[in-house]
């Protein structure tokens, strides 16, 4: 509404009442009242507070307090104080909107610092692009290609099995997947080509397991995989890939067991 705070001072005036504080109550630091609402407010008349903005003395975290205080003083049930204790921990310690108030400080050190925004601008699309360049790395190291900017992809023909053994990683801002599998053909309801698509699953599970590579995989959506974390595993995954795809070139169709 235009113009709140200030039609609410004004009409106390009108009506010959003293104005100590006006009260503005705000969910988090994000939403503050405008200029045009607080029109010509003395400063030292408005008072914010806030529902909750990670911090220590916000509306919703000092409820909580004077509630435990209470159940202590009137002697409440032990699980009533632990539990208020646990809720207050989690309130000070991880509240979800202590982002909001990091992010409002982020934005005033932006309009504080103009000359960092170009920098920081720069950062944003560097980090935007990380996942492409970390495919390109894949293909680049390991003679692969970049599908779709998705992810790495490297196919391995198989004669005695007719089709392709192949590897694909895909990955997100903060993990890698490793996928082993046949790119067979479409089974449809063909109870052949699926009984020959669940062979392929075995052997590539013994294959891996022979080659002692079958730790922390897991088979999903018709692949083998693993999980790396980036950048903690990026490493780990590379060591991991190289190491596949040198017995893969060596010996590709010792995966097949017909």
């Not at 609402?37 to 400063?43: A, D, E, L, V, Y």
């Not at 990091?102 to 920098?119: A, M, P, R, V, W």
């Not at 790495?152 to 903060?174: M, P, V």
């Not at 993990?175 to 020959?196: M, Q, V």
């Amino acid at each position: 509404m235009k113009e709140q705070l200030s039609r609410y001072y004004h009409y106390c005036f009108e009506n010959n009442l003293q104005v100590d504080k006006i009260i503005y109550l705000s969910p988090n630091t994000l939403k503050q009242p405008t200029s045009q609402s607080i029109g010509n407010i003395p400063k030292d008349k408005i008072e914010i507070i806030y529902g909750y903005d990670g911090e220590n003395e916000d509306f919703y975290t000092k409820v909580i307090e004077n509630s435990l205080n209470d159940f202590i003083k009137n002697n409440e049930a032990k699980e009533w104080i632990l539990l208020a204790e646990h809720y207050l921990k989690i309130l000070r310690e991880t509240g979800v909107t202590k982002m909001d108030k990091l992010t409002q400080d982020f934005y005033n050190e932006i309009i504080d610092n103009t000359d960092e925004y170009e920098k920081i601008k720069l950062i944003a699309d560097m980090y935007n692009n990380l996942i492409v360049t970390r495919i390109n790395n894949l293909v680049s190291r390991f003679k692969g290609d970049n599908w779709k900017n998705e992810c790495f992809y490297r196919d391995f023909e198989s004669k005695k099995r007719g089709l392709n053994y192949a590897i694909d990683i895909y990955l997100d801002n903060d993990y890698y997947w490793f996928n082993l599998f046949s790119r067979g053909e479409d089974t449809g309801d063909d109870p052949k080509l699926i009984k020959k698509w669940e062979q392929d699953n075995k052997d590539i599970e013994a294959w891996l397991k022979k080659h002692n590579l079958f730790d922390d995989t897991f088979y999903f959506d018709g692949r083998w995989s693993k999980e790396f974390k980036f950048p903690q595993q990026e490493k780990e995954l590379y060591d991991f890939t190289e190491k596949v795809i040198q017995l893969l070139e060596k010996d590709v169709e010792s995966i097949c067991s017909k």
